[in-house]
């Protein structure tokens, strides 16, 4: 499972073409985020509170970028 999941991230990043088809290859990647969800769970929960808003902040500047700035968007 996970070098299925490995040989799809390594699909999803290397690939040249259109980008919004690039979200159907890193669905099955997310068996990687398992390790990374255990530690997580393992660890104090202030760690997970920072770790966890860092990541939505994150992915809110890609939202918008995606949204606003960038040219191919519908």
Known sequence: ???YSGLMLFTAIGASGYFNA???FLLPAF???LPAAVALARGRTSRAYV??????????YIGCYLVLIWKYSP
């Open 51 to 60: 770790v966890l808003g860092t990541l939505a902040v994150i992915s809110a």
């Open 1 to 3: 499972l996970l070098l």
């Open 22 to 24: 690039r979200a159907r």
């Open 31 to 33: 068996a990687l985020l």
